[in-house]
């Protein structure tokens, strides 16, 4: 069994998005219609927030993000285990990255410590869909710095912690509709959520070549907009958001019941709390050997995919410049520690069970 590197959508959703895309076809009207607005209205929902700006990538919202905070020529916390594109997008905006501490969860002390006059925003990513329990903390560490917290909500559709959805803590959020992602709107896709509406104003013009209703170009801007094709695709999606999320759930909480051992430990997840999905992460045991435990996965039929981010940022050659003095030691532990088990949408029973044998294997060799 191979991991699939994205899952296909679900026969349902295939023929509404069809019928949707037959008729945004027929109309002609291919860009910023009713189904960008409505797409963009039920991703405002999942985020519980007054706006959402669909754009073309989850690079592109967190770029925008960061340009309507003028973050250029200041500083931006962004944490080292995370995606290429959560600093890429800072220092596309102009911004000096500035890199911190973080494992599965961001390091709240190294950020704190790093909490200059100098710094524009802070940024934290819910990696795998985890939300940290200490993103109450750290909201408070922000506010009381006076710095926006910005979340990278690329892998954390759906995700919530005490009644807070993803997209709650922070100023904005940016959110990735790719591939591989909880949802896709087609392949590439993005979108920004935020209660503030001049940040919404600004990504309205942002994306539309900086124009504003009058067609005058009275910011910098660029071709960001999502395709209304985009829009109608993740929209078949998001309807089922909450019944997909459960049944990942489902899995991860499946995969913890049979096969936590002192090998292999499991992310706590409040009850009341949700995760994504979009990963399952494990935590190998101290002194176990990743690539041999990988092998004798594999040996028993089950090729496990890489792991969210094997290599932190500090250590990817085009960022080498960055940070170069700083420790990162709860990324490096996480790095070399953890794996990824099979999940995706509609598994179904028969390749779960394959994998908690295989699992089970390895641990008991
Ligand atoms: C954490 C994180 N942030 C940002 C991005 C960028 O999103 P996109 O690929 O849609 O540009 C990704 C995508 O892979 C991601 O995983």
């Not at 027929?26 to 910023?32: C, D, E, I, K, Q």
């Not at 979340?151 to 709650?168: F, I, K, L, N, V």
């Not at 960001?224 to 078949?236: P, Y």
């Not at 500090?314 to 170069?324: D, E, K, T, W, Y």
Request: aromatic share 6%; charged share 20%.
């Amino acid at each position: 069994m191979i991991v699939p590197f994205a899952a296909a959508l679900p026969e349902a959703e295939v023929r509404v998005a069809l019928a949707a895309i037959e008729e945004i076809l027929r109309s002609g009207n291919l860009v910023l219609g009713r189904h960008t607005e409505t797409f963009e209205a039920a991703v405002a929902a999942m985020a519980g927030t007054h706006h959402a700006v669909a754009v073309n990538s989850g690079s592109t919202a967190l770029e925008i993000i960061f340009r309507s905070l003028e973050v250029s020529g200041r500083a931006v916390l962004v944490p080292t285990n995370t995606n290429y594109a959560t600093a890429a997008a800072a220092g596309n905006a102009g911004a000096r990255v500035q890199l911190y501490d973080s494992g599965l969860y961001p390091d709240l002390d190294d950020i704190a410590a790093r909490l200059t006059p100098d710094v524009a925003a802070v940024v934290v990513v819910h990696i795998g869909g985890y939300l940290s329990p200490d993103l109450p903390e750290l909201a408070r560490i922000c506010a009381h710095a006076g710095v926006p917290l910005i979340e990278d909500a690329a892998h954390a559709h759906g995700a919530h912690q005490a009644g807070t959805p993803a997209g709650g803590f922070g100023l904005a959020a940016a959110w990735s509709f790719f591939a591989t992602k909880v949802i896709t709107t087609g392949g590439e896709g993005g979108a920004l959520t935020t209660n503030d509406p001049d940040v919404a104003a600004f990504a309205r013009r942002a994306r539309n070549q900086g124009k504003d209703d009058n067609g005058r170009h009275i910011i910098a801007g660029n071709s960001w907009r999502m395709t209304e094709i985009g829009a109608a695709i993740g929209s078949a999606q998001l309807e089922h958001l909450t019944r997909d999320v459960d049944a990942r759930r489902e899995v991860i909480d499946r995969y913890a019941a049979e096969l936590a051992s002192p090998g292999l430990t499991f992310p706590t997840v409040a009850p009341q709390g949700q995760v994504s999905g979009h990963k399952c992460v494990t935590l190998l045991g101290e002194g176990i050997d990743r690539t041999a435990f990988r092998a004798a996965v594999a040996e028993h039929g089950v090729a496990l995919a890489r792991g969210v981010y094997e290599q932190p940022l500090h250590g990817q050659p085009v960022f080498a410049a960055l940070n170069v003095t700083d420790a990162f030691p709860s990324a490096d532990d996480f790095a070399d520690r953890h794996l990824c088990l099979p999940l995706w949408r509609s598994m179904d029973n028969e390749t779960i069970e394959q994998v908690i044998t295989a699992v089970e294997a390895a641990i008991g060799g």
